[in-house]
Protein backbone atom coordinates (compact mmCIF):
# COMPACT_ATOMS: atom_id res chain seq x y z
CA UNK A 1 0.00 0.00 0.00
CA UNK A 2 2.73 2.28 -0.11
CA UNK A 3 3.56 4.69 -3.06
CA UNK A 4 6.51 5.68 -4.92
CA UNK A 5 8.89 8.29 -3.82
CA UNK A 6 8.30 10.68 -6.95
CA UNK A 7 6.30 13.39 -5.56
CA UNK A 8 8.14 16.44 -5.82
CA UNK A 9 6.75 18.59 -8.63
CA UNK A 10 3.32 17.03 -8.74
CA UNK A 11 1.57 18.67 -5.36
CA UNK A 12 -0.69 21.75 -5.09
CA UNK A 13 1.77 24.63 -3.98
CA UNK A 14 0.50 26.18 -0.29
CA UNK A 15 1.45 30.02 -0.08
CA UNK A 16 3.52 29.89 3.60
CA UNK A 17 2.95 32.24 6.49
CA UNK A 18 4.62 35.07 6.70
CA UNK A 19 8.31 35.14 7.25
CA UNK A 20 8.94 31.71 6.22
CA UNK A 21 12.10 29.85 5.81
CA UNK A 22 11.13 27.79 2.70
CA UNK A 23 14.76 29.42 1.08
CA UNK A 24 16.95 27.55 3.27
CA UNK A 25 18.90 24.91 2.85
CA UNK A 26 17.94 23.19 6.32
CA UNK A 27 18.00 19.54 6.04
CA UNK A 28 14.07 18.54 6.14
CA UNK A 29 14.77 16.23 9.49
CA UNK A 30 16.00 19.34 11.22
CA UNK A 31 12.81 21.28 9.58
CA UNK A 32 10.81 18.90 11.20
CA UNK A 33 12.13 18.51 14.49
CA UNK A 34 12.33 22.02 14.87
CA UNK A 35 8.62 22.12 14.35
CA UNK A 36 8.41 19.97 17.06
CA UNK A 37 10.18 21.70 19.40
CA UNK A 38 8.32 25.39 18.22
CA UNK A 39 4.89 23.38 19.32
CA UNK A 40 6.56 22.01 22.66
CA UNK A 41 7.60 26.18 23.44
CA UNK A 42 4.03 27.39 22.68
CA UNK A 43 5.44 29.57 19.05
CA UNK A 44 2.79 27.76 17.17
CA UNK A 45 2.78 29.92 14.15
CA UNK A 46 6.39 28.89 14.01
CA UNK A 47 5.85 25.58 14.55
CA UNK A 48 3.26 25.25 11.25
CA UNK A 49 5.41 27.24 8.67
CA UNK A 50 7.96 24.28 9.45
CA UNK A 51 5.08 21.56 8.86
CA UNK A 52 4.23 23.66 5.77
CA UNK A 53 7.39 23.38 4.55
CA UNK A 54 8.20 19.96 5.50
CA UNK A 55 5.14 18.93 3.29
CA UNK A 56 5.57 21.11 0.48
CA UNK A 57 9.45 20.42 0.29
CA UNK A 58 10.68 17.51 2.17
CA UNK A 59 10.83 15.20 -0.78
CA UNK A 60 13.03 17.66 -2.77
CA UNK A 61 15.81 16.98 -0.53
CA UNK A 62 15.11 13.67 0.74
CA UNK A 63 12.72 11.44 -1.20
CA UNK A 64 13.72 8.39 1.48
CA UNK A 65 11.41 10.68 3.29
CA UNK A 66 7.92 9.81 1.27
CA UNK A 67 6.61 7.59 4.57
CA UNK A 68 7.32 9.97 7.35
CA UNK A 69 5.90 12.46 5.77
CA UNK A 70 2.39 10.81 5.20
CA UNK A 71 2.68 9.62 9.10
CA UNK A 72 4.87 11.13 11.19
CA UNK A 73 5.02 14.39 9.87
CA UNK A 74 1.04 14.14 9.61
CA UNK A 75 0.56 13.12 13.27
CA UNK A 76 2.86 16.32 14.47
CA UNK A 77 0.74 18.88 12.29
CA UNK A 78 -2.29 17.11 13.97
CA UNK A 79 -1.11 17.43 17.66
CA UNK A 80 -0.01 21.22 16.33
CA UNK A 81 -3.56 21.51 15.74
CA UNK A 82 -4.98 20.32 19.33
CA UNK A 83 -3.34 23.47 20.42
CA UNK A 84 -3.64 25.85 17.64
CA UNK A 85 -6.80 25.09 15.48
CA UNK A 86 -5.34 27.72 12.61
CA UNK A 87 -3.33 24.21 11.85
CA UNK A 88 -6.04 22.61 11.30
CA UNK A 89 -7.31 24.76 9.08
CA UNK A 90 -4.28 24.95 6.94
CA UNK A 91 -4.13 21.26 6.53
CA UNK A 92 -7.67 20.98 5.41
CA UNK A 93 -6.82 23.70 2.73
CA UNK A 94 -3.78 21.84 1.18
CA UNK A 95 -6.25 19.17 0.74
CA UNK A 96 -8.92 20.76 -0.56
CA UNK A 97 -6.46 22.14 -3.16
CA UNK A 98 -4.56 18.63 -4.01
CA UNK A 99 -8.34 17.39 -4.21
CA UNK A 100 -9.20 20.58 -6.62
CA UNK A 101 -6.16 19.64 -8.46
CA UNK A 102 -6.80 15.61 -8.88
CA UNK A 103 -10.87 16.74 -10.36
CA UNK A 104 -9.25 18.81 -12.60
CA UNK A 105 -7.37 15.92 -14.35
CA UNK A 106 -3.81 17.77 -13.25
CA UNK A 107 -3.23 15.24 -10.28
CA UNK A 108 -1.39 11.91 -10.09
CA UNK A 109 -1.55 8.80 -7.79
CA UNK A 110 1.73 10.74 -5.43
CA UNK A 111 -1.06 13.66 -5.20
CA UNK A 112 -4.23 11.05 -4.41
CA UNK A 113 -1.76 9.53 -1.52
CA UNK A 114 -0.98 12.98 0.22
CA UNK A 115 -5.56 13.38 0.18
CA UNK A 116 -6.05 10.31 1.20
CA UNK A 117 -3.14 10.11 4.07
CA UNK A 118 -4.67 13.56 5.19
CA UNK A 119 -8.19 12.56 5.13
CA UNK A 120 -7.14 9.54 7.07
CA UNK A 121 -5.24 11.31 10.31
CA UNK A 122 -8.48 13.80 10.03
CA UNK A 123 -11.02 11.07 10.32
CA UNK A 124 -12.55 11.97 6.96
CA UNK A 125 -12.62 8.55 5.23
CA UNK A 126 -15.72 9.80 3.72
CA UNK A 127 -13.89 12.29 1.92
CA UNK A 128 -11.72 10.29 0.34
CA UNK A 129 -14.43 7.86 -0.99
CA UNK A 130 -16.45 10.48 -2.68
CA UNK A 131 -12.88 11.89 -4.36
CA UNK A 132 -12.58 8.32 -5.57
CA UNK A 133 -15.92 7.72 -6.44
CA UNK A 134 -15.95 10.53 -8.82
CA UNK A 135 -12.40 9.74 -10.15
CA UNK A 136 -13.56 6.21 -10.92
CA UNK A 137 -16.46 7.93 -13.38
CA UNK A 138 -14.48 10.91 -14.77
CA UNK A 139 -11.14 9.18 -14.65
CA UNK A 140 -10.94 5.57 -14.47
CA UNK A 141 -7.49 5.56 -15.51
CA UNK A 142 -6.11 7.13 -12.78
CA UNK A 143 -8.53 5.96 -10.32
CA UNK A 144 -7.08 1.96 -10.94
CA UNK A 145 -4.15 3.58 -9.95
CA UNK A 146 -4.98 4.89 -7.01
CA UNK A 147 -7.60 2.03 -6.23
CA UNK A 148 -5.10 0.22 -3.43
CA UNK A 149 -4.84 3.53 -2.00
CA UNK A 150 -8.16 4.52 -1.75
CA UNK A 151 -9.60 0.82 -0.43
CA UNK A 152 -9.73 0.82 3.18
CA UNK A 153 -12.05 4.33 2.53
CA UNK A 154 -14.13 2.02 -0.05
CA UNK A 155 -14.14 -0.95 2.73
CA UNK A 156 -14.68 1.31 5.72
CA UNK A 157 -18.05 3.12 4.07
CA UNK A 158 -18.99 -0.83 2.89
CA UNK A 159 -18.82 -0.38 -0.47
CA UNK A 160 -17.50 -3.65 -1.91
CA UNK A 161 -19.09 -3.62 -4.91
CA UNK A 162 -16.85 -1.00 -5.99
CA UNK A 163 -14.04 -2.41 -4.10
CA UNK A 164 -14.35 -5.69 -6.07
CA UNK A 165 -14.15 -4.04 -9.46
CA UNK A 166 -10.94 -3.36 -8.57
CA UNK A 167 -9.89 -6.66 -7.58
CA UNK A 168 -8.88 -8.57 -10.97
CA UNK A 169 -7.11 -11.63 -8.75
CA UNK A 170 -7.36 -12.14 -5.41
CA UNK A 171 -4.52 -15.07 -5.50
CA UNK A 172 -2.40 -12.51 -7.32
CA UNK A 173 -2.77 -9.60 -5.00
CA UNK A 174 -2.49 -12.25 -1.61
CA UNK A 175 0.77 -13.70 -3.44
CA UNK A 176 2.23 -10.10 -4.22
CA UNK A 177 1.55 -9.10 -0.36
CA UNK A 178 2.92 -12.70 0.64
CA UNK A 179 6.37 -11.93 -1.42
CA UNK A 180 7.11 -8.58 0.33
CA UNK A 181 6.66 -9.58 3.51
CA UNK A 182 8.68 -12.81 3.17
CA UNK A 183 11.10 -10.38 1.41
CA UNK A 184 11.04 -8.25 4.48
CA UNK A 185 11.45 -10.69 7.10
CA UNK A 186 14.81 -12.27 4.98
CA UNK A 187 16.20 -8.54 5.07
CA UNK A 188 15.55 -8.84 8.74
CA UNK A 189 17.38 -11.88 9.19
CA UNK A 190 20.51 -10.37 7.16
CA UNK A 191 21.09 -7.21 9.29
CA UNK A 192 22.32 -6.90 12.43
CA UNK A 193 20.18 -7.15 15.46
CA UNK A 194 17.53 -3.87 15.48
CA UNK A 195 15.68 -2.55 18.66
CA UNK A 196 13.38 -1.34 16.09
CA UNK A 197 9.81 -3.77 15.82
CA UNK A 198 10.57 -3.81 11.83
CA UNK A 199 9.50 -7.23 12.44
CA UNK A 200 6.21 -6.95 14.33
CA UNK A 201 5.54 -3.77 11.97
CA UNK A 202 6.02 -6.24 8.23
CA UNK A 203 3.58 -8.65 9.86
CA UNK A 204 0.94 -5.75 11.02
CA UNK A 205 0.77 -4.20 7.49
CA UNK A 206 0.33 -7.72 5.84
CA UNK A 207 -2.74 -8.96 8.46
CA UNK A 208 -4.09 -5.66 7.65
CA UNK A 209 -3.93 -6.40 3.76
CA UNK A 210 -5.25 -9.96 4.24
CA UNK A 211 -8.13 -8.49 6.42
CA UNK A 212 -9.28 -6.20 3.88
CA UNK A 213 -9.01 -8.70 0.86
CA UNK A 214 -10.85 -10.68 3.51
CA UNK A 215 -13.83 -8.15 4.33
CA UNK A 216 -14.13 -7.60 0.39
CA UNK A 217 -14.71 -11.04 -0.38
CA UNK A 218 -17.30 -11.14 2.54
CA UNK A 219 -18.72 -8.07 2.00
CA UNK A 220 -19.95 -9.64 -1.85
CA UNK A 221 -20.60 -12.74 -0.41
CA UNK A 222 -17.76 -14.81 -1.56
CA UNK A 223 -17.58 -16.44 1.78
CA UNK A 224 -16.04 -19.55 0.59
CA UNK A 225 -13.51 -17.70 -1.46
CA UNK A 226 -12.81 -15.69 1.83
CA UNK A 227 -11.63 -19.14 3.81
CA UNK A 228 -9.70 -19.96 0.85
CA UNK A 229 -7.80 -16.83 0.52
CA UNK A 230 -7.46 -16.55 4.37
CA UNK A 231 -5.57 -20.17 4.30
CA UNK A 232 -3.61 -19.22 1.40
CA UNK A 233 -2.97 -16.28 3.24
CA UNK A 234 -1.08 -18.85 5.94
CA UNK A 235 0.67 -21.10 3.76
CA UNK A 236 2.61 -17.94 1.67
CA UNK A 237 4.37 -17.29 4.96
CA UNK A 238 7.73 -18.88 4.91
CA UNK A 239 8.38 -18.62 8.51
CA UNK A 240 6.70 -21.00 11.51
CA UNK A 241 6.96 -17.96 14.03
CA UNK A 242 5.79 -15.35 11.66
CA UNK A 243 3.28 -17.76 10.04
CA UNK A 244 1.63 -17.88 14.29
CA UNK A 245 2.00 -14.42 14.55
CA UNK A 246 -0.49 -14.06 11.71
CA UNK A 247 -2.48 -16.75 12.35
CA UNK A 248 -3.03 -15.08 15.92
CA UNK A 249 -2.91 -11.74 14.53
CA UNK A 250 -6.02 -12.81 11.73
CA UNK A 251 -8.10 -15.07 15.06
CA UNK A 252 -7.91 -11.96 16.76
CA UNK A 253 -9.56 -9.55 14.22
CA UNK A 254 -12.22 -12.36 13.30
CA UNK A 255 -13.17 -12.42 16.81
CA UNK A 256 -13.58 -8.80 16.87
CA UNK A 257 -15.42 -8.82 13.73
CA UNK A 258 -17.95 -11.40 15.14
CA UNK A 259 -18.18 -9.21 18.51
CA UNK A 260 -18.98 -6.02 16.21
CA UNK A 261 -21.38 -8.10 14.15
CA UNK A 262 -23.28 -9.07 17.33
CA UNK A 263 -23.14 -5.40 18.79
CA UNK A 264 -24.75 -4.16 15.55
CA UNK A 265 -27.85 -6.96 15.20
CA UNK A 266 -28.21 -6.15 18.96
CA UNK A 267 -28.33 -2.54 18.23
CA UNK A 268 -30.73 -2.88 15.05
CA UNK A 269 -33.08 -5.62 17.63
CA UNK A 270 -33.24 -2.73 20.16
CA UNK A 271 -34.34 -0.21 17.22
CA UNK A 272 -36.87 -2.89 15.95
CA UNK A 273 -38.19 -3.20 19.01
CA UNK A 274 -38.61 0.38 20.10
CA UNK A 275 -40.53 1.20 17.02
CA UNK A 276 -42.62 -1.75 17.54
CA UNK A 277 -43.74 -0.47 21.03
CA UNK A 278 -44.53 3.18 19.40
CA UNK A 279 -46.54 1.81 16.77
CA UNK A 280 -48.33 -0.08 19.81
CA UNK A 281 -48.86 3.30 21.87
CA UNK A 282 -50.23 5.07 18.20
CA UNK A 283 -52.46 2.74 18.11
CA UNK A 284 -53.81 2.01 21.52
CA UNK A 285 -53.81 6.37 21.32
CA UNK A 286 -56.11 6.19 18.31
CA UNK A 287 -58.61 4.01 19.40
CA UNK A 288 -58.93 5.96 22.72
CA UNK A 289 -59.94 8.72 20.43
Not at 105 to 118: L, N, P, Q, Y
Not at 133 to 153: S, V, Y
Not at 242 to 266: E, F, I, P, T
Amino acid sequence: MFASSKEAGNTAQVALPTGTLGGTTMDPRERLQRGQEATAAGRYQDALRDYIWFHDHALEHRPSLYGVRLSFALWYWLELAKLYPEARRALEKIRDQKTTHLLSSKGDRETFHDVEAINEKLGCERATYELFAKLDLANPELAARCANLAMPAIVKLEDFQMARRYISSPDDMLRGYGDMLNEDIDDIERRPPSKAPRRKAYIHIYVERVQLLLEILRGTNETEEAERIRALALELVKSPSVRKAVRNALAGKAKRRQASARAVLKRKRRAAGRKTVTKRKRRITARKA
